[in-house]
């Protein structure tokens, strides 16, 4: 064999080892982004695995399985006479209705549809993956709304009662944290610091501390640790004067609640259970905390969103 046939690219074995590496790469980034919280809950709290992102992790995760799908659509020009006599009879070698291809269809064709109808056991897969993610959720740690790290000062203390805008930012300028105005973006403005969304929050409602060293975390003015301001969790709701509610659950939920139990449910929300409950029965619906917000609804025939309202009280 000459050196030039030693030493001549070959475009198969690029592919197959760039499918090899690629899939690698898609299936791992994958099992990450399966287990990672909700954006409200890692952009927050700074979350990081093995040093990366939420959005980190995802930015991988698109870019592996794009350069897989290439390196399959290459593999399959390569392969395409193999690929083809799958679909050709054995003994005439004519096209033919094969049992091989048959089948993966009709499995492919179940998993489809029984997914979207949400029929178990294809349905515990999302149910386990919402259980995983929302594992990560700590009460005590919460933002005062969802995604709180995308406002400017000045909207974020519209959710915390007995702050304004001038006492953030001097408990920022005294801890060497410069604002010049209350539309600094909170996500930005904790970056330029090396800070999580969550301890620059912490600083600026007053909590002791330049927070740099707590991890985001200490007894903070969210909903598991609301003192003296009374800082609002994500799942609280501010009442006006007159005691009404603000309907504002739709974003302060974050995710689809009717996967959700009711005991799940009242624990992000902050509810009571067993008032939960009796608010339930008090209006004719039947279920215990075990049951999915949906699948009371669907025993009575209304909306999830229809048990939720009486879950809050809401006329």
């Known amino acids: 064999m000459t050196n030039d046939a030693k030493k001549r690219f070959s475009w198969r074995a690029f592919v197959s080892v760039m499918t090899a590496i690629s899939f690698v790469g898609m299936t791992f980034s994958g099992v990450i982004l399966f287990v990672v919280p909700p954006g409200r809950i890692a952009n927050w709290s700074g979350w ?9 992790w995802s930015a991988l995760h698109l870019w592996f399985s794009l350069i897989f799908v290439a390196a399959a659509v290459c593999h399959l020009w390569l392969n395409w006479r193999s690929f083809v006599n799958y679909f050709k009879d054995k003994i005439s070698k004519t096209f033919a209705l094969r049992s091989e291809w048959t089948a993966a269809l009709i499995l492919c064709s179940v998993v489809l549809v029984a997914t979207l109808a949400e029929v178990r056991p294809f349905s515990s897969l999302s149910d386990l993956q919402e259980s995983i993610k929302y594992s990560w959720d700590d009460p005590g740690q919460r933002g005062p709304i969802p995604h709180a790290e995308l406002m400017t000062l000045a909207q974020l203390t519209k959710y915390v009662q007995g702050i304004d805008v001038d006492t953030v930012l001097k408990n920022l300028a005294a801890q060497d944290i410069q604002a010049t105005s209350g539309d600094a973006v909170v996500g930005e403005l904790a970056d330029a610091h090396s800070l999580t969304p969550q301890q ?3 600083i600026a409602v007053g909590q002791q501390g330049s927070g740099r060293s707590q991890g985001g975390g200490g007894q903070g003015w969210g909903r598991g640790g609301g003192r003296g301001r009374g800082g609002l969790g994500s799942g609280e709701h501010r009442e006006d004067s007159s005691g009404e509610q603000n309907e504002n659950m739709g974003s302060l939920d974050g ?8 005991s799940q449910y009242c624990d992000q929300m902050g509810l009571d259970k067993t008032t939960a409950m009796q608010r339930l029965q008090s209006a004719g619906f039947k279920g215990s905390e075990d049951m999915t917000l949906r699948e009371i609804a669907d025993e009575a025939g209304v909306h999830p969103s229809e048990v939720r309202k009486i879950l809050h009280h809401i006329p």
């Open 200 to 202: 620059l929050y912490n």
């Open 48 to 56: 990081t695995l093995m040093a990366l992102t939420k959005d980190q």
């Open 255 to 262: 995710r689809g609640f009717g996967r959700m139990t009711v």
